[in-house]
């Protein structure tokens, strides 16, 4: 596996990385910890050294479970999580609240910090940008973090242009880390140019459109209750039966280089630029490798022309969050 540079913050990682949300949190319940323990160790016996999770994953155990999995080879890996939720009591006690005061940032650094067996977080996240507290101030307590030695690096999440530029200002930002891939290219219109201008890290999550790129989703899948593609308009089964253009794509990619759909949508984000790691997520051995092996699937400039040309006749259908949950992106 080779290794990239996350822009000009130094900090260098596997081209790609592993989402450990689904672990946990997310894609139904949680699954069998020592299984998901196993999923880790492999990754990182196949080069992986980026990994992601989140205080709100779970909420909490996920962190625990990374912590666990990685504290054999703490000295070899990067580990990134988040802050900026707490539980909502007018929501039942569900993590629905933002909170990035910075006093309660601290708090979650010593926190995750204690359920990662660290003693230091590598990549720190705003999870979503909190309009109560200017990102100035959000910076400003990442920083002292960083003087003392909790965190390495700072990093945002979701975040707008604008946000972006006032953050960096007053500590600079390693990475963004957004939702990116054929499927929604969005970032590319401001977000992308804004961090090529700084030298910031791009890490795309959902890289494979939270499972369906893959192609193994379809109009008929059932959905786990607990499951939030459920709430996701662009996963409605009608919806999913109209974006099938853009699975047919990638399929006839993946018959031209004897690759997985799964792998042609990881490579072609590999292909952007060299400072993107996208970080997919899984819960099985197969997929893993799988994933992994894009990194093998090399796309020429006229593949990636190609690949352009037929993606510019789809449109894809349906929103990519509920009306919720995109208020609170591109902030």
């Keep these: ?82 802050f900026g939720w707490k539980a909502n009591p007018n929501d039942g006690g569900k993590w629905s609240a933002l909170d990035s005061r910075p006093e ?79 499927w929604f290219r969005e970032p590319e219109q401001e977000i992308i140019p804004t961090l090529e201008e700084f030298g910031i890290g791009f890490v795309p999550f959902s890289p494979l459109g939270k499972g369906f790129l893959t192609g193994a989703i379809n109009k008929n899948t059932k959905f786990d209750s607990t499951d939030f593609r459920n ?22 990619f993946a018959g031209k280089k004897n690759a997985t759909s799964a792998q042609i949508a990881i490579a072609w984000i590999l292909a952007q630029k060299p400072w993107m790691v996208p970080i997919p997520g899984t819960t099985k051995l197969e997929r893993l490798e799988e994933n992994l092996g894009a990194a093998n699937v090399k796309l020429s400039a006229d593949d990636l022309r190609a690949i352009e040309d037929a993606a510019s006749h789809i449109t894809p259908q349906g929103a990519r969050y509920s009306e919720a949950h995109a208020k609170l992106v591109g902030r």
């Design 1 to 82: 596996m080779l290794k990239r540079k996350l822009g000009k913050s130094g900090l260098e990682v596997s081209e790609i990385g592993f989402g450990a949300m689904g672990m946990s949190f997310g894609y139904g319940p949680a699954k069998d910890k020592a299984e998901m323990i196993k999923v880790l160790h492999a990754a990182v016996d196949r080069g992986v050294t980026f990994f992601d999770t989140a205080e709100v994953y779970g909420p909490l155990i996920n962190e625990e479970l990374v912590g666990e999995a990685l504290a054999p080879y703490r000295d070899k890996v990067v580990i990134a999580t988040k």
């Design 104 to 182: 309660h940032i601290k708090q979650v650094a010593d926190a995750s910090l204690k359920r990662l067996k660290t003693d230091h977080i590598d990549l720190f996240y705003q999870h979503r940008v909190d309009l109560e507290v200017p990102i100035e101030d959000v910076a400003g307590a990442v920083k002292d973090l960083i003087k003392v030695g909790k965190v390495k690096h700072f990093g945002l999440s979701e975040a707008g242009a604008k946000t972006i530029r006032k953050a960096h200002a007053v500590q600079p930002v390693a990475a963004l880390q957004s939702e990116y891939s054929l």
């Design 231 to 252: 709430t996701v308009p662009r996963m409605t089964p009608e919806n999913r039966k109209a974006n099938q253009p853009i699975l047919d794509l990638l399929a006839d």
